[in-house]
């Protein structure tokens, strides 16, 4: 591909299946103006991720998005752009290890442990009800969607009535987050949300505050570094990120891993005879992360003048750090095109590198490795209805269905 094309996201041929646009990028042009992206685009390994632990590629790239918005929408958005500024993923160092540290002393590997009876319990449910349905199923919609939800809700500690509300509130943060094309609807849409969302954190902060239970929740209220807490406001984002980030993606996972099964039936039925195996399902689950992941893109703001690939890149600039293109670089993955759940090593870049890691990692791979052994166990049969599409998103790729026929065992 040469710097007179176009590489355009939102292109429908590109948005079903962009890895050929991506790969030739990758050999022919690994540092790409796109004027649909208006942002520079890289697709090697080695670029992305050492873009993701450079100091000069900021992660604040909302202050800029602000600051050249209309100053009237602007004040409208205040909400929103106040929570959003205060998420961990959106912020450099200093301030980015400051709440990542006090985060990270209530979302731990060990915190989460407890959870594995509970997701298995969710599993067991959802997937019972879904093989009483006859006939077609939207697997998206029966499973992909509602677990992860509930699983962050009650990580959370927010009480299952309430669970339909955080989901319709970080469907809205969502199309304004993820969606490549925006409008002032949507805008508003997403602020209403912070903002309701900023109400039910706050009071359930100021609960924890006087009655602490023990949850993660009342565990970020509590950690505390050097003397130092996290704000309410900073409480509030984190629960908000927690929430989004902890149900948008992993949706993500569970949808495009089956339909990655679906289309390779060896792989499936790999899968199937090694269910036993804790070892291979979690294999599995990361091959799933690489081949078609949930992760297209991360963004960065160049705070600097930097020089890739023999071109001088302006401070100001964004970059477009194409994970689906890394991950499938070959000259990290022998056979990148090939869906193989034995592959191993696989140092795939979906959950980030360096100090933007994703701190939700080991919980995305535990509700996985926990769900398709019962998942497949209890469905024996298993068939892709119709071709289904994917969202318009250019930093996640999902489905917006996947209707398939199932058939209990």
Same mark, same amino acid.
């Not at 309701?196 to 929740?217: C, K, N, S, T, W």
């Not at 893109?297 to 994970?323: C, K, T």
């Not at 933007?356 to 068939?383: Q, T, V, Y």
């Given at each position: 591909?040469?710097?007179?094309?176009?590489?355009?996201?939102?292109?429908?041929?590109?948005?079903?299946?962009?890895?050929?646009?991506?790969?030739?990028?990758?050999?022919?042009?690994?540092?790409? #103006?796109?004027?649909?992206?208006?942002?520079?685009?890289?697709?090697?390994?080695?670029?992305?991720?050492?873009?993701?632990?450079?100091?000069?590629?900021?992660?604040?790239?909302?202050?800029?998005?602000?600051?050249?918005?209309?100053?009237?929408?602007?004040?409208?958005?205040?909400?929103?752009?106040?929570?959003?500024?205060?998420?961990?993923?959106? +912020?450099?160092?200093?301030?980015?290890?400051?709440?990542? +540290?006090?985060?990270?002393?209530?979302?731990?590997?060990?915190? *989460?442990?407890?959870?594995?009876?509970?997701?298995?319990?969710?599993?067991?449910?959802?997937?019972?009800?879904?093989?009483?349905?006859?006939?077609?199923?939207?697997?998206?919609?029966?499973?992909? !969607?509602? *677990?992860?939800?509930?699983?962050?809700?009650?990580?959370?500690?927010?009480?299952?009535?309430?669970?339909?509300?955080?989901?319709?509130?970080?469907?809205?943060?969502?199309?304004?987050?993820?969606?490549?094309?925006?409008?002032?609807?949507?805008?508003?849409?997403?602020?209403?949300?912070?903002?309701?969302?900023?109400? #039910?954190?706050?009071?359930?902060?100021?609960?924890?505050?006087?009655?602490?239970?023990?949850? $993660?929740?009342?565990?970020?209220?509590?950690?505390?570094?050097?003397?130092?807490?996290?704000?309410?406001?900073?409480?509030?984002?984190?629960?908000?990120?927690?929430?989004?980030?902890?149900?948008?993606?992993?949706?993500?996972?569970?949808? @495009?891993?089956? !339909?990655?099964?679906?289309?390779?039936?060896?792989?499936?039925?790999?899968?199937?005879?090694?269910?036993?195996?804790?070892?291979?399902?979690?294999?599995?689950?990361?091959?799933?992360?690489?081949?078609?992941?949930?992760?297209?893109?991360?963004?960065?703001?160049?705070?600097?003048?930097?020089?890739?690939?023999?071109?001088?890149?302006?401070?100001?600039?964004? $970059?477009?750090?194409?994970?689906?293109?890394?991950?499938?670089?070959?000259?990290?993955?022998?056979?990148?095109?090939?869906?193989?759940?034995?592959?191993?090593? @696989?140092?795939? *870049?979906?959950?980030? #590198?360096?100090?933007?890691?994703?701190?939700?990692?080991?919980?995305?791979?535990?509700?996985?490795?926990?769900?398709?052994? $019962?998942?497949?166990?209890?469905?024996?049969?298993?068939?892709?209805?119709?071709?289904?599409?994917?969202?318009?998103?250019?930093?996640?790729?999902?489905?917006?269905?996947?209707?398939?026929?199932?058939?209990?065992?």
């Amino acid at each position: 591909m040469t710097s007179s094309e176009h590489f355009d996201p939102r292109d429908a041929a590109v948005i079903q299946n962009p890895f050929p646009a991506l790969a030739r990028l990758r050999e022919h042009e690994p540092l790409h #103006y796109s004027e649909a992206m208006a942002g520079w685009v890289i697709t090697r390994y080695e670029d992305v991720r050492n873009s993701m632990r450079d100091p000069r590629y900021s992660a604040n790239r909302l202050r800029p998005f602000f600051a050249h918005m209309d100053p009237t929408r602007r004040e409208r958005l205040a909400a929103l752009e106040k929570n959003l500024s205060l998420w961990a993923v959106f +912020n450099d160092p200093p301030d980015h290890g400051r709440v990542r +540290n006090l985060m990270n002393k209530a979302f731990t590997t060990s915190a *989460l442990a407890h959870m594995e009876g509970r997701i298995a319990e969710m599993v067991e449910s959802l997937v019972d009800e879904l093989a009483a349905q006859d006939g077609e199923v939207d697997f998206i919609r029966a499973f992909a !969607y509602p *677990l992860p939800a509930m699983v962050i809700a009650e990580i959370l500690g927010v009480p299952r009535e309430d669970v339909a509300h955080l989901k319709r509130w970080s469907d809205e943060l969502a199309s304004f987050v993820l969606t490549s094309r925006l409008s002032p609807d949507r805008y508003g849409r997403a602020d209403a949300a912070i903002r309701e969302m900023h109400d #039910y954190f706050g009071q359930m902060a100021q609960r924890l505050r006087r009655h602490p239970d023990g949850g $993660i929740v009342a565990r970020m209220v509590a950690a505390e570094e050097k003397g130092d807490f996290l704000s309410e406001d900073e409480l509030v984002a984190a629960c908000v990120l927690l929430l989004f980030a902890g149900h948008e993606t992993t949706t993500q996972l569970f949808g @495009n891993g089956l !339909y990655a099964l679906l289309r390779w039936p060896e792989q499936m039925q790999r899968l199937r005879d090694g269910l036993h195996d804790r070892g291979q399902v979690e294999n599995a689950v990361e091959e799933i992360l690489r081949w078609d992941g949930p992760g297209l893109a991360g963004v960065r703001v160049l705070n600097e003048d930097v020089d890739l690939h023999g071109q001088r890149v302006p401070a100001g600039s964004r $970059i477009f750090q194409f994970v689906a293109a890394a991950n499938r670089d070959p000259a990290v993955f022998a056979d990148p095109d090939r869906f193989d759940i034995a592959r191993d090593p @696989n140092p795939h *870049l979906t959950f980030g #590198y360096g100090i933007h890691f994703c701190l939700g990692a080991p919980l995305a791979r535990m509700e996985a490795r926990i769900a398709w052994p $019962i998942l497949l166990n209890k469905l024996r049969d298993i068939e892709l209805v119709e071709t289904p599409q994917f969202s318009d998103s250019m930093i996640v790729r999902g489905l917006e269905g996947l209707r398939v026929r199932c058939r209990p065992a």
